[in-house]
């Protein structure tokens, strides 16, 4: 099956890539069919991308790649939702918001997106953990990687 993409033009997938958000992502609720998109970046890029539209596009990280202690604590229900029996079924993304200058990026730790590949669903959840804020700054005025683990 083919979908436009908004960074990749039209690309081929197939029907068994697509992971359903049956409550789509917050501010998109409409939306509720995705492809992870491995962009083969450097820096551990992959984009949660519509299957159903070039839009919407979302960029994710491994928030385990550079918050050595993320330590997600689930709200009640999201196991169940997710149909999943254990958190280490789950694989959990941040979305980055990237603007023009790089250096300024953040990511949000607090709502992470949620998927169990193995049952193709997804989520993205609010946090038990208050720690974690909407916009966690993925440089520091130090330089960049200085929130990265050694």
């Known amino acids: 099956m083919q979908i436009e993409t908004k960074d990749f033009g039209t690309i081929t997938i197939r029907p068994d890539d697509i992971i359903l958000f049956p409550e789509g992502v917050y501010a998109f ?6 492809v992870v998109l491995d962009t083969k970046s450097k ?4 984009q949660l991308q519509s299957a159903e539209g070039k839009d919407p596009r979302f960029i994710l990280l491994d928030p385990f790649a550079f918050v ?3 330590n997600p604590i689930l709200p009640q229900g999201a196991l169940e939702r997710l149909r999943a029996s254990a958190i280490d079924e789950l694989s959990f993304f941040v979305i980055a918001v990237i603007p023009q200058n790089v250096h300024t990026s953040t990511v949000n730790l607090k ?3 949620v998927i169990n590949f193995a049952e ?3 989520a993205q959840v609010i946090l038990e953990n208050r ?3 909407v916009r966690f700054p993925l440089f520091s005025e130090e330089g960049a990687g200085s929130h990265a683990r050694d």
């Not at 609720?29 to 995705?34: I, N, P, S």
């Open 29 to 34: 609720e409409d939306c509720r069919r995705f």
């Open 43 to 46: 820096a551990g890029l992959m």
């Open 68 to 70: 050595e202690d993320y």
């Open 111 to 113: 709502s992470p997106v």
């Open 120 to 122: 193709k669903l997804g």
């Open 131 to 133: 720690e974690y804020p």
